[in-house]
């Protein structure tokens, strides 16, 4: 029942495969309960092995693998962010809802709360005398695909005015009354993938707690893995502020690298910022691309400097779409981000350029607890989290925790008895 709750896309739906596919008939409510009751106790679980972390030496906690597990080669961190809504359904948080509908003080989107998960990931792979891809690879460079993944990352405009009416070989939007046409494209040229290890295991660690509190959780679950005797460590992350000071508090001895594609993102906003013709935006953004590539993202801050000069600066209260703000985050993005933006070192190093690997276990954790109609109470919230990030790890991870349960349990209500 419990493995049923956290695969459905729902309880209801997890009701459906039960009987359908085991002729066993349990009702949602009982798989709720007896899903978040195991929740519970795998938090439980976490919390003590996270104490048990803490309370180690710095030494132990830096340098000490426990006994019988071998360290990899490469251990590589990395964290990012999800969003799903809670509702508080108490007597309490009812009547606050019906007061603020009263008073018209209603927020937006008030209902979202933020998820954490972390990729704890063990790899392997050589290093390099030199750089094993000094060229910018042709499908970094531009084009379609690239603009609409970058697009999806964020932080991408739209196209310019001065740009719209110029016809884009590439557009593959279908005229009205006209056939659409293929999407079938020409190949690149440079098929090679980008240089990095190779993941040997995938743990996936998500919580609704605070960063400050998930980041020693994680921690903890990568001391677990001998990740203190790696030959090679690396933390690979967006740049996001919170996500930094974790990782400078409890992975202060790794290599950090700010995500590639974050980073060629910025360069594409900061192209359309600037305007001119479609042709004029790609190529200022190839030549971006290319400085940042080979490690060269001071030269991409002054010729922003210059822009931002021409532009002007941009007013306290500018849109992330006015040209000048765009630019300005931008330039703060890159300065802030240079030291982790050395990527010729990096692929020299053998390590990951992108935390792709993270931006796929933050959508499949999502799948279960995120959607317009899903709300979860606090704790069932941090309770699915917590079982769909085994779910998703390496290893069977989930099922092996669910085995350790020999005891009958059959999820039915405990109710106090009078004396």
């Known amino acids: 029942?419990?493995?049923?709750?956290?695969?459905?896309?729902?309880?209801?739906?997890?009701?459906?495969?039960?009987?359908?596919?085991?002729?066993?008939?349990?009702?949602?409510?009982?798989?709720?309960?007896?899903?978040?009751?195991?929740?519970?106790?795998?938090?439980?679980?976490?919390?003590?092995?996270?104490?048990?972390?803490?309370?180690?030496?710095?030494?132990?906690?830096?340098?000490?693998?426990?006994?019988?597990?071998?360290?990899?080669?490469?251990?590589?961190?990395?964290?990012?962010?999800?969003?799903?809504?809670?509702?508080?359904?108490?007597?309490?948080?009812?009547?606050?809802?019906?007061?603020?509908?009263?008073?018209?003080?209603?927020?937006?989107?008030?209902?979202?709360?933020?998820?954490?998960?972390?990729?704890?990931?063990?790899?392997?792979?050589?290093?390099?005398?030199?750089?094993?891809?000094?060229?910018?690879?042709?499908?970094?460079?531009?084009?379609?695909?690239?603009?609409?993944?970058?697009?999806?990352?964020?932080?991408?405009?739209?196209?310019?005015?001065?740009?719209?009416?110029?016809?884009?070989?590439?557009?593959?939007?279908?005229?009205?009354?006209?056939?659409?046409?293929?999407?079938?494209?020409?190949?690149?040229?440079?098929?090679?993938?980008?240089?990095?290890?190779?993941?040997?295991?995938?743990?996936?660690?998500?919580?609704?707690?605070?960063?400050?509190?998930?980041?020693?959780?994680?921690?903890?679950?990568?001391?677990l893995k001998g990740f203190a005797g790696a030959e090679r460590k690396v933390c690979i992350c967006d740049g996001n502020d919170a996500i930094r000071r974790v990782c400078e508090t409890h992975f202060s001895d790794y290599v950090h690298v700010l995500d590639l594609m974050h980073a060629l993102g910025y360069a594409m906003n900061a192209s359309r910022a600037v305007g001119g013709s479609r042709a004029e935006i790609n190529d200022r953004y190839r030549h971006w691309a290319e400085q940042i590539w080979r490690g060269q993202v001071r030269l991409v801050i002054a010729e922003l400097d210059d822009h931002q000069a021409a532009l002007g600066e941009a007013p306290k209260d500018a849109s992330a779409d006015d040209p000048r703000e765009a630019i300005r985050r931008t330039r703060v993005y890159y300065t802030n981000q240079q030291s982790r933006m050395d990527y010729p070192r990096y692929r020299r190093l053998g390590f990951p350029l992108t935390s792709s690997l993270m931006e796929s276990a933050v959508k499949q954790i999502g799948r279960r607890v995120k959607g317009s109609e899903k709300f979860w109470s606090a704790s069932g919230g941090d309770e699915m989290l917590t079982l769909r990030g085994d779910l998703i790890s390496d290893g069977n991870r989930l099922v092996n925790f669910l085995a350790q349960f020999t005891a009958p349990t059959d999820g039915t209500r405990a109710y106090a008895t009078a004396a």
Not at 127 to 136: A, C, G, R, Y
Not at 183 to 188: G, N, V
Request: proline content about 7%; charged content about 25%; aromatic content about 4%.
């Open 1 to 223: 029942m419990a493995l049923a709750g956290v695969i459905g896309e729902s309880f209801p739906k997890a009701e459906t495969y039960l009987r359908q596919l085991a002729d066993i008939e349990a009702s949602a409510q009982r798989i709720r309960r007896i899903t978040l009751l195991r929740g519970r106790e795998r938090i439980a679980l976490r919390q003590r092995i996270t104490q048990h972390y803490h309370d180690a030496s710095i030494p132990d906690q830096l340098g000490r693998v426990p006994d019988g597990v071998t360290p990899p080669m490469i251990a590589a961190i990395s964290f990012d962010g999800g969003r799903y809504q809670v509702l508080d359904r108490s007597e309490a948080g009812t009547i606050a809802r019906a007061e603020q509908r009263q008073s018209g003080n209603r927020r937006k989107g008030e209902y979202w709360k933020e998820s954490r998960v972390g990729c704890v990931m063990s790899m392997s792979g050589s290093t390099h005398e030199v750089d094993p891809m000094p060229e910018l690879p042709t499908f970094l460079a531009g084009g379609a695909d690239l603009q609409r993944k970058l697009t999806e990352i964020g932080h991408v405009m739209a196209l310019p005015a001065s740009a719209a009416s110029h016809v884009d070989e590439e557009d593959e939007t279908p005229k009205p009354n006209s056939p659409r046409r293929s999407r079938k494209k020409a190949l690149p040229a440079d098929l090679r993938p980008l240089p990095g290890p190779d993941l040997v295991h995938r743990n996936c660690v998500a919580s609704a707690a605070c960063w400050r509190d998930f980041g020693e959780t994680v921690a903890a679950e990568a001391w």
